[in-house]
């Protein structure tokens, strides 16, 4: 089943600027976690965010979840050729039955 | 080097020529699953596994079996594949321990059926 939703479905920027995504969800969830995917690739994980945080970071990454909206947003602040890729959120709902639930990802392409 | 290893990368077969997917972990890791990709649905689970000796389904387990007799391996067998069943699979593993982990993916298998 989906519960979340990135948006938006695509991104197109110049290189240098900052890339904000954002995902959406239903349910109450133990925790978020955001993962990057090159095109043909499998999906490599940047960063989990429990539901008690409310912000986090990781070199060039901030992730912020807003457990009232249902929400969380990832930024890539000086943004590279190299960070073009598919960005996917996954919510871990509590008292799922050990599946992680899966957005249907934001294409970012970063222009030289 | 910590890895999920999928074989093969790539393969077209024939509709009803049961094929097996190959996969293996080398980090000692309890949770394992199989995903597929396709365009505009983004990943749906497939089966998954809690430890050895237990599988369950995931959101679209039809046509597909797995099995979990060792720790480190994780097949998706196909018994009669058929062309709906083309498509992008991902094997993944993380730690059983707590609340989900970063799951580790292999690289893919590119699955065609003619």
């Known amino acids: 089943s989906q519960q979340g939703e990135e948006d938006p479905q695509a991104l197109s920027i110049q290189e240098g600027e900052n890339a904000t995504m954002n995902c959406s969800y239903k349910?109450?969830?133990?925790?978020l976690q955001w993962y990057r995917q090159n095109s043909g690739r499998g999906l490599v994980h940047l960063i989990l965010?429990?539901?008690n945080e409310r912000e986090k970071h990781s070199g060039r990454l901030r992730v912020t979840l807003d457990t009232s909206k249902k929400s969380s947003s990832l930024l890539i602040t000086a943004s590279r050729a190299a960070d073009t890729a598919s960005y996917f959120c996954?919510?871990?709902?509590?008292?799922?039955?050990?599946?992680?639930?899966w957005g249907a990802g934001t294409k970012l392409i970063i222009k030289p | 080097e910590a890895q999920v290893t999928q074989n093969p990368r790539y393969l077209i077969t024939v509709t009803g020529k049961k094929l097996t997917v190959t996969c293996s972990q080398n980090?000692?890791?309890?949770?394992m699953s199989w995903y597929r990709q396709d365009p505009g649905l983004g990943l749906r689970q497939i089966y998954y596994?809690?430890?050895?000796?237990?599988?369950d389904k995931g959101d679209v387990p039809e046509g597909y079996k797995v099995s979990r007799k060792e720790k480190r391996n994780f097949p998706l067998i196909l018994e009669s594949p058929s062309p709906n069943q083309t498509s992008l699979y991902f094997c993944?593993?993380?730690?059983?321990?707590?609340?989900?982990?970063?799951?580790?993916f292999g690289d893919g298998t590119r699955l065609s059926i003619l």
């Open positions: 596994s809690m430890n050895v000796e237990v599988t």
């Open positions: 965010i429990r539901s």
């Open positions: 993944a593993s993380s730690s059983g321990q707590g609340f989900f982990q970063p799951q580790h």
């Open positions: 349910t109450s969830i133990n925790n």
């Open positions: 996954a919510t871990d709902p509590k008292g799922s039955n050990y599946q992680l639930i």
């Open positions: 980090m000692n890791h309890e949770y």
